[in-house]
Structures are given as structure tokens and as C-alpha cells.
């Protein structure tokens, strides 16, 4: 009788052992699995018959996984750069030639226009999505947000024209209730939310020293 022997890169025993498409997060992340998962109206005790939780909650997932806002917003002819509203320049004013509205420029924000009626969840459930069971340190909430290519001079002056907007990946740390905003921070190459001495960042960002 022979001792089974584990090869010694069993991980990549397992990495082969993928059969088919996943909506599993297969790679190393700084987000908890359940604030991938989304919101479904479905009892956990189900009748026979009818579609059973988890499935659903899969279907949603790989519909979800099919959506870009960007594609969308540009389906409909919206470019996302144009979003922000910009330092008027009297220098280069569009003409009525170009098709174009010389006197009214884009200059309301975005949150004029936002509508939390349908919302699946409120802020509050949102940032509960980053507490693990068994853990008391809270994780970042993966999320898209529009944000200039350039922090620097993104921080300086946010209506800057020389400035571009991208939707970009980013990990939602925190949210203030006065002024309804999150406080997000972008993703790096790997998609890791770090600070800059490469630690995850937990808790919003705040040290126990405050």
C-alpha cells in the first residue's frame, strides 16, 4: 500500500478544474462574497414548483454581470464626459452651426436628477453589505462611479475643462447622511481596494485611533 502523495502546487490542480462558466469570484478580492449577491423577493421555503432561491438569485447575478453603464448611457447617445458640469469658456463657445446651445451649458448636477423611489436597498443596507459574519471590521461595497481620470487636479478643481470623466471601478467605504454622499475609493490594477502601503482598507478608512 502506497501513501497518497498531493502534488505541490495543488492550487493549480484546482484552478483546471473549472467545467463551465461562474458567477463565482474566483480571484482574490477585497470585497465580501454577499455584496455581490442581489436582492431577491423570494421565500426561503419554497413551494413545489416554484423557482427556488438560489437560483434566482444566480439568474440575477449573470443578468447583472451583462450590464455596463457606460455601454448603456452611450446606446443612448449620452457621452459620460459630458456629464459634469464645467467652468464656463467664453473662448470656445460652441456655435448655433455645431447644433449646439451657446448660452446653456451643461451646469446642474447629477443629483438634481436622482430618484432613490426604486432603490433595492437604502445607504444604510448598501454599507451593511461589507460586514462578514464573525467579523467586526467592515469591508468596502464594490461599486461604479463617475470620476476624473486625474485625481490630482480632480481634488483641486473638479470643474475643470481640462478634466475627464470615466466610469470607474471603486469600493464604497462609507456614506454620510447629511450630505448624501459615499465616500469611495478606486481600485487598483487588480481590483484590490489598498491604502497607500498596500493594506486593505477597513472600516471606511478609519484607524482606531480615529
Known sequence: VTTF???????SVLNKEVTGPTTENLIKSDFP?????????IPFQRLPGQCPREIEVERKKRLYLTFDIAQLLASEGIDSNQLMPRHRDPDNMP?????????FPIYLPLKIFDNEEYDCRTPEEWISLGLEPGSHDRKPVPGRALLPTDDVLGHEDPKS?????????VGVLDYDKETELYLVHKTDKNGLVRDEEGRPILNGGRTPEG
Open 5 to 11: 502523495k498531493v502534488p505541490e502546487d495543488f492550487g
Open 33 to 41: 462574497v454577499q455584496s455581490f449577491k442581489p436582492k431577491v423577493q
Open 161 to 169: 475643462q481640462k478634466l475627464i470623466y470615466e466610469w470607474i471601478d
Open 95 to 103: 456655435t448655433i452651426a455645431e447644433k449646439k446651445d451657446p448660452v
